[in-house]
């Protein structure tokens, strides 16, 4: 944790710092605007890994054990099954 808090320290001081590539051109941009980008792209990165982490590790369930407690998203998945399934038959 003390390595992820320097790490984080460190990238937000050359963001403010106007001597690093990111403030110079062709890009032209304000420590303001790297610092929202910088986390908007973090948190999506994050967001992109966990969903990419849920679809490998879910495979092996059964998706029946959650269509009580979860109905939006059985009937979801059963809707992209089914439009998946129709589109491969109309394709072929």
């Known amino acids: 944790m003390v390595l992820l808090g320097f790490s984080v320290a460190v990238v937000m001081a050359t963001l403010f710092n106007k001597d690093n590539?990111?403030?110079t051109a062709p890009y032209n941009i304000p420590p303001g605007g790297a610092f929202v980008l910088f986390w908007f792209?973090?948190?999506w990165l994050a967001m992109m890994e966990g969903g990419q982490g849920a679809l490998v590790g879910l495979q092996p369930v059964d998706k029946s054990l959650y269509a009580t407690t979860?109905?939006?998203t059985q009937n979801f998945h059963i809707r992209v099954i089914t439009?998946?399934?129709s589109s491969l038959v109309v394709n072929s």
């Open 41 to 43: 792209l973090i948190i």
């Open 70 to 72: 979860h109905p939006r």
């Open 83 to 85: 439009w998946s399934v």
């Open 21 to 23: 590539r990111v403030y």
